[in-house]
């Protein structure tokens, strides 16, 4: 790690992962939210099972990963650099990873890309926040 995690900014944290519940609105909203429910097998209009488990889910895995990434970000690191880092862990580590379970659980390219800009965008609002606000 290259910030002990006792040094992190807790406020930042904070903010880039509210800042996933912002894109997750715009982006399986109005962006996606036909053609990912299409590719997913969902009703897109059916209620949600469970709601307050998934975004209490949502929430836990959002503060861990990033609160993963700050500790994980060099401790001179700016809003560019931070760019930089959360684009290579979006695409090749998250996205890389779904496409190997996409792949066999037989799901749609469109589901994967959909999926996958979502988390890559994720993760390169991680680094911005994170690497601007110091």
């Known amino acids: 790690m290259n910030v002990p995690i006792d ?45 307050g488990r998934v975004f209490a889910t949502a929430i836990v895995c959002a503060l ?5 990434f700050a500790a ?13 880092v959360g684009f290579v862990v979006g695409l090749f580590f998250v996205s890389m990873s779904f496409g190997i379970n ?14 996958s800009g979502y988390h890559i965008l994720q993760f390169v609002l991680y680094g911005v926040i994170l690497g601007a606000w110091k």
């Not at 994980?72 to 930089?84: C, E, H, I, K, Y």
């Not at 996409?102 to 999926?115: E, H, N, V």
Request: one cysteine or more.
């Open 7 to 51: 040094q992190v900014n807790w406020l930042a944290i904070a903010a880039a992962a509210a800042s996933s519940f912002v894109l997750g609105g715009l982006w399986y909203g109005p962006l996606f939210k036909r053609a990912w429910c299409r590719e997913a097998g969902i009703d897109p209009d059916a209620k949600p099972a469970h709601a």
């Open 72 to 84: 994980l970000m060099p401790p001179q690191a700016s809003a560019v650099d931070g760019f930089g």
């Open 102 to 115: 996409y792949a066999f659980a037989g799901r749609s390219l469109k589901l994967w890309m959909i999926d």
């Open 64 to 68: 861990l990963s990033a609160t993963i």
